[in-house]
Nanobody, 116 residues
């Protein structure tokens, strides 16, 4: 089964930046699209950004112009560069393959807290 390990979260001030990483297992990582999701307390998990195997990207309206998703297939890793962070970006951030290879499986996520 797929293994997903998110890292890079932490406490950052509004307007600051953070770079998240997601290390994925599997030799076929490069053929799948990847997505970053986030879940704030009391809210549903939402899709934030996607990147196809060919590098095409899409973003939720709430993060357009501020977040950038990228991938390094040689390292089986997907990144999320987050700039101009806002308090409403506070959430646990998760990555996953698209489609989800592990069914209900999600990694532990990484917590991003934007606060002064």
């Amino acid at each position: 089964q797929v293994q997903l390990v998110e890292s890079g979260g932490g406490l950052v001030q509004p307007g600051g930046s953070l770079r998240l990483s997601c290390a994925a297992s599997g030799s076929i990582f490069s053929i799948y699209a990847m997505g970053w999701y986030r879940q704030a307390p009391g809210k549903q998990r939402e899709l934030v950004a996607t990147i196809t195997s060919g590098g095409s990207t899409n973003y939720a309206d709430s993060v357009k112009g501020r977040f950038t998703i990228s991938r390094d297939n040689a390292k089986n890793t997907v990144y999320l560069q987050m700039n101009s962070l806002k308090p409403e970006d506070t959430a646990v951030y998760y990555c996953n393959t698209i489609p989800r290879l592990g069914g209900d499986y999600w990694g532990k996520g990484t917590l991003v807290t934007v606060s002064s």
